[in-house]
């Protein structure tokens, strides 16, 4: 690694083995792509001695390491992929920098196995995806968005290059991990972000409403987790959001309308029983917004809760078990003339059996009895 190289793209090949520890003092790399390889181990913390480096995609290899924190003194790094590795542990180390990845325009360490809460203090200082026009000054990284930069990412569910890096690109992707706990509220703080990707984890706990501050917000995925709660009527002020998947989750209540929500499909809320409205096809309560549902109906209405508990069929075989016996113990009453009450009730009193034909019958058969004797 001479200190004049600032390329070093090596993905899409079959490397395997470690990253070897190449990289010296006063490395002037900008951009690291070693995506879709077969590199085992660890990253070799020789890195921080790359103080340009912009760009870092190690994704789609077989890395096995903890969240490389020592990442945070590389004060010009914009782009961290380490996608679709196996890294470990938890992201809640103390930082060792007042504003770590203060620069950071790209976060994608999804398909990984983090466990923990949410990075809540990387969310307090990542700078390059708050207040991004107001923020904005002159640079020379025209050559490093042109030139340098290759990337490939996961945007609206769909497999992308990229090629270029404009200033006011900003993701973050956590999906398909191990986290837990709940979705921090300063996430909200964030209103430069325009694509964020939490789905596949454990999360629990309400969707903050302070995701309707990041108003530029082009896609929202919240789907696989345990989120309870309301869907947030801030949501709706989201007039940039393209994608919305909120799907198995256990909301409740009515899904809020608006003209941008109006565009989103059954898929964005399947796996909600309790979410109510359209698109779906199951009716909210008009007083409360929740679903309908037989089993919180008042004590009054008990009675006809109970009879709603038995299916159609369960009632039509009742009323043909009962037919069936009824027809039968007719039979019987009306062949022998028993319970005597009950003829008398149905047919009259004074009624009596007619036992002649009976005796008549009895005589026949008897007959050639007495003959013979």
């Given at each position: 690694?001479?200190?004049?190289?600032?390329?070093?793209?090596?993905?899409?090949?079959?490397?395997?083995?470690?990253?070897?520890?190449?990289?010296?003092?006063?490395?002037?790399?900008?951009?690291?792509?070693?995506?879709?390889?077969?590199?085992?181990?660890?990253?070799?913390?020789?890195?921080?001695?790359?103080?340009?480096?912009?760009?870092?995609?190690?994704?789609?290899?077989?890395?096995?390491?903890?969240?490389?924190?020592?990442?945070?003194?590389?004060?010009?790094?914009?782009?961290?992929?380490?996608?679709?590795?196996?890294?470990?542990?938890?992201?809640?180390?103390?930082?060792?920098?007042?504003?770590?990845?203060?620069?950071?325009?790209?976060?994608?360490?999804?398909?990984?196995?983090?466990?923990?809460?949410?990075?809540?203090?990387?969310?307090?200082?990542?700078?390059?995806?708050?207040?991004?026009?107001?923020?904005?000054?002159?640079?020379?990284?025209?050559?490093?968005?042109?030139?340098?930069?290759?990337?490939?990412?996961?945007?609206?569910?769909?497999?992308?290059?990229?090629?270029?890096?404009?200033?006011?690109?900003?993701?973050?992707?956590?999906?398909?991990?191990?986290?837990?706990?709940?979705?921090?509220?300063?996430?909200?703080?964030?209103?430069?972000?325009?694509?964020?990707?939490?789905?596949?984890?454990?999360?629990?706990g309400h969707i903050p409403a302070s995701l309707g501050n990041i108003s530029v917000l082009e896609?929202?995925?919240?789907?696989?987790?345990k989120l309870d709660g309301g869907i947030p009527n801030e949501l709706t002020s989201l007039t940039?959001?393209?994608?919305?998947?909120?799907?198995?989750?256990?909301?409740?209540?009515?899904?809020?309308?608006?003209?941008?929500?109006?565009?989103?499909?059954?898929?964005?809320?399947?796996?909600?029983?309790?979410?109510?409205?359209?698109?779906?096809?199951?009716?909210?309560?008009?007083?409360?917004?929740?679903?309908?549902?037989?089993?919180?109906?008042?004590?009054?209405?008990?009675?006809?809760?109970?009879?709603?508990?038995?299916?159609?069929?369960?009632?039509?075989?009742?009323?043909?078990?009962?037919?069936?016996?009824?027809?039968?113990?007719?039979?019987?009453?009306?062949?022998?003339?028993?319970?005597?009450?009950?003829?008398?009730?149905?047919?009259?009193?004074?009624?009596?059996?007619?036992?002649?034909?009976?005796?008549?019958?009895?005589?026949?058969?008897?007959?050639?009895?007495?003959?013979?004797?």
């Open positions: 690694m001479s200190k004049s190289l600032s390329i070093f793209h090596l993905n899409a090949n079959n490397f395997s083995g470690p990253i070897p520890s190449i990289f010296i003092k006063g490395c002037s790399l900008q951009s690291i792509n070693l995506s879709g390889n077969k590199l085992q181990r660890r990253l070799p913390k020789s890195l921080i001695n790359c103080k340009s480096l912009r760009g870092l995609d190690v994704g789609n290899n077989r890395i096995r390491d903890k969240f490389p924190f020592w990442m945070e003194a590389l004060p010009e790094l914009r782009v961290l992929v380490l996608k679709s590795n196996k890294f470990d542990g938890n992201m809640l180390l103390p930082s060792r920098s007042n504003l770590p990845f203060s620069k950071l325009q790209v976060l994608d360490i999804s398909r990984n196995a983090f466990v923990g809460s949410l990075p809540q203090r990387y969310f307090k200082s990542f700078r390059a995806m708050m207040d991004v026009k107001e923020n904005q000054t002159p640079s020379d990284d025209d050559a490093f968005q042109d030139l340098f930069f290759e990337m490939r990412i996961t945007l609206k569910g769909l497999d992308q290059l990229l090629k270029r890096l404009l200033e006011d690109f900003t993701i973050i992707d956590l999906s398909s991990n191990k986290f837990s706990g709940t979705i921090p509220r300063f996430i909200g703080n964030l209103n430069s972000l325009r694509y964020l990707n939490l789905s596949h984890n454990n999360l629990m896609s929202l995925d919240l789907s696989s987790n940039f959001l393209a994608k919305l998947n909120l799907s198995m989750n256990d909301l409740v209540g009515q899904i809020p309308q608006s003209t941008q929500f109006s565009t989103f499909e059954n898929d964005s809320y399947v796996g909600n029983l309790r979410l109510c409205g359209f698109p779906l096809t199951r009716k909210c309560n008009e007083e409360n917004g929740q679903r309908m549902q037989p089993e919180e109906q008042d004590d009054e209405d008990d009675e006809y809760g109970f009879i709603d508990g038995f299916g159609w069929r369960s009632v039509v075989m009742g009323y043909g078990s009962g037919i069936i016996v009824g027809i039968g113990i007719g039979c019987w009453i009306i062949r022998f003339g028993r319970p005597r009450w009950l003829v008398e009730f149905f047919f009259g009193v004074g009624y009596t059996y007619n036992k002649n034909k009976k005796k008549k019958k009895t005589r026949k058969r008897a007959t050639p009895t007495q003959r013979g004797t």
